[in-house]
């Protein structure tokens, strides 16, 4: 089978000018097939603040109404989104931009109420990935550039976490390539103690997680990230790293693993 390389980058990445640059530019010069998957969250917010509009997080996800809707849809499908695909032009790569609307690559559907009454708003949770699209897109040479955002076939668009839409991606791949899945961001990896940057965690089993979770090791962002990448490696992705953003050539960080 071809490999395939298939890169989340995070928003504090997406945010930093230079460490953007950098990452572009490792990015472009690892060989063969590729997709990158961003994220964007900060700017999101931050423009909302700036037309007056509140953001709400609940289990380190946004609550997404229909301002908040507007605006991720203009700053990740819009700004963030084609900044990327520019700069990778000038990189040498033939990138394309695409949400999970365009070419109806990505279905999702609205994440249902929760049984405490949590309603994520305008939320997608991934119902399917076009692999034969993306196939056809990366066999013609082309490297998607993919936004966090879904759409549910009846013209809604839906915010959909980055790290889900990357091990989606993963999954939906893994039947046709051996794919490498790095979530890239600020941290050396999946650490003992966060703001320690030496306490690297090198792997994470299933069981692991779970005792991280309980003890508090692993919190916030970083729960849901975990659970994708955990998912990705059970079901058929062959390797998933979690990095920092200037070490995805090295394959160094915080491996994850399926079994013990
Ligand atoms: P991204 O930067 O990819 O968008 P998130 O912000 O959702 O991702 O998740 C990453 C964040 O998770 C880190 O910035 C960090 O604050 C937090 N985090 C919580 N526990 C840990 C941990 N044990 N190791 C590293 N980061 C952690």
């Known amino acids: 089978m071809e490999s395939i390389y298939i890169v989340k980058v995070g928003g504090a990445i997406v945010e930093d000018e230079q460490r953007l640059g950098q990452l572009l530019r490792d990015f472009s010069a690892l060989p063969g097939r590729k997709i990158l998957v961003h994220g964007g969250g900060r700017s999101a917010t931050s423009l909302a603040e700036r037309l007056g509009l509140e953001s709400r997080m609940v289990n380190g996800r946004r609550v997404t109404d229909e301002g908040m809707l507007r605006v991720a849809t203009m700053v990740y499908g819009g700004l963030v989104n084609k900044r990327v695909v520019a700069r990778l032009q000038a990189e040498g790569v033939n990138a394309l931009g695409l949400t999970g609307a365009d070419g109806n690559v990505i279905r999702g559907h609205r994440r249902p109420v929760t049984a405490d009454g949590t309603?994520?708003?305008?939320?997608?949770?991934?119902?399917?990935?076009?692999?034969?699209?993306?196939?056809?897109?990366?066999?013609?040479g082309m490297t998607p550039v993919m936004a966090p955002l879904t759409h549910d076939g009846r013209g809604?668009?839906?915010?959909?976490?980055?790290?889900?839409?990357?091990?989606?991606?993963?999954?939906?791949?893994?039947?046709?390539y051996d794919v490498t899945l790095l979530y890239c961001f600020e941290?050396?990896?999946?650490?003992?103690?966060?703001?320690?940057?030496?306490?690297?965690?090198?792997?994470?089993?299933?069981?692991?997680?779970?005792r991280f979770v309980a003890?508090?090791?692993?919190?916030?962002?970083?729960i849901?990230?975990?659970?994708?990448?955990?998912?990705a490696v059970a079901t058929g992705v062959k390797q998933v790293i979690i990095t920092r953003a200037d070490a995805i050539d090295g394959h160094h960080g915080t491996v994850i693993k399926a079994e013990q």
């Open 187 to 210: 941290k050396s990896g999946v650490l003992r103690d966060p703001n320690d940057d030496s306490s690297l965690i090198s792997v994470i089993t299933p069981a692991d997680f779970e």
């Open 119 to 140: 309603d994520f708003g305008f939320v997608g949770d991934v119902e399917w990935v076009d692999a034969r699209l993306l196939s056809t897109l990366l066999e013609a």
């Open 224 to 231: 849901p990230k975990l659970k994708n990448a955990l998912q």
């Open 156 to 176: 809604q668009l839906l915010n959909t976490n980055a790290d889900t839409i990357a091990s989606e991606v993963a999954k939906a791949l893994a039947d046709c």
């Open 215 to 222: 003890d508090g090791t692993v919190s916030g962002g970083m």
